[in-house]
């Protein structure tokens, strides 16, 4: 019997339109529907009965808490239906990777769960999308996917959620696992799985995105990127703001500039959590300083800012402490 497989479209360039097929920018991302996409790819047919479903059509820059909140909560179904084997979900690529890790922490089953994208719109020329698509349902239809949490499948390549990024700007193989490396790959239509991934899945995940389903925000973290010359008033600024925590993507193995340490250093006395993590494309971020750990900052480990901050998030959003954030990255 074929696996059912359920398509959620989110937008972004996979579902891009342009008006000249040699374009590959300046188009409307978004502008094609699922039903358009499935259309250009028959062969889906023949690996899997296909569903699928329009939940937004945006460009990924503009997504949402709220909207990633409405994702989790319908993949929840998603996971909990019997009648579903597999859900593949199209995504603009700019955001992808941070919706992939909120459905990574928060997953539960052993189903397939797997994003996918596209670097050139549905109209151009060599367009990426349609045999992305169709590698990533034979993923989300494969055996050997079950129990890998979620995946991202693009230029042939399998991805874990919680170590994939985009690494270039436009590049077609712009998803990368600097730290690892990919996990698999889809060989002339054949899925090949190299090594399995660290599931990284919160203990109670399944408490967790039933709780994420009544919400439609999460608190405020902001990022902050460190540079030379930072002198930290940025800290103050975004408490000011109410942020209930803040990720600070430092240098190197996430080192902050002296003046930048004292005013995190006040953040935690007056009760945010701070992430120490690095804007450096690859590594891993460690304790490093004493001063660090003495003002009660969290490494990210192979966290990036992004995912830093979601998990960070969710930690706020279900009320636990740093104590919980330091064991699960630790
Ligand atoms: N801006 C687009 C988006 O993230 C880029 C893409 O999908 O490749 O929706």
Known sequence: MQKR????????TIAGSAGDSAATTGYQAGAVGVADLLA????????????????????????TAGLQ????????????????????????????EESAYLLNLVHFADKPVVLTGAMRPATALSADGPLNLL??????????ARDRGVLVVLNNEIHSA??????????VETFQSPNGGALGAVNDGQVVFYHSPDSCHLSNALSVSEQLTKRDSLPYVPVLY????????LVRMVMEQGAKGIVYAGMGNGSIPERVEKELAAAVQAGLIVIRASSSAAGMVTK???SYEQAGFIASGLLNPRKARLLLQ?????????AVLRKFLA
């Open 5 to 12: 497989i359920h398509i959620l479209a989110m937008g972004g």
């Open 40 to 63: 250009a790819v028959p062969q889906i047919q023949q690996v899997a009965e296909v569903t699928g479903e329009q939940l937004a059509a945006i460009d990924s820059k503009d997504i």
């Open 69 to 96: 909140l409405k994702l989790v909560a319908r993949v929840r179904e998603l996971l909990l239906d019997s009648s579903v084997d597999g859900v593949v979900i199209t995504h603009g690529t700019d955001t992808l």
């Open 135 to 144: 590698d990533t349902v034979r993923v989300a239809a494969s055996d050997s």
């Open 162 to 171: 919680r170590l994939v990024t985009k690494l270039s700007t436009m590049a």
């Open 226 to 233: 460190g540079h030379s010359d930072d002198d930290g008033r």
């Open 288 to 290: 490093a300083e004493a």
């Open 314 to 322: 969710v930690v706020l959003a279900c009320g636990k402490d740093a």
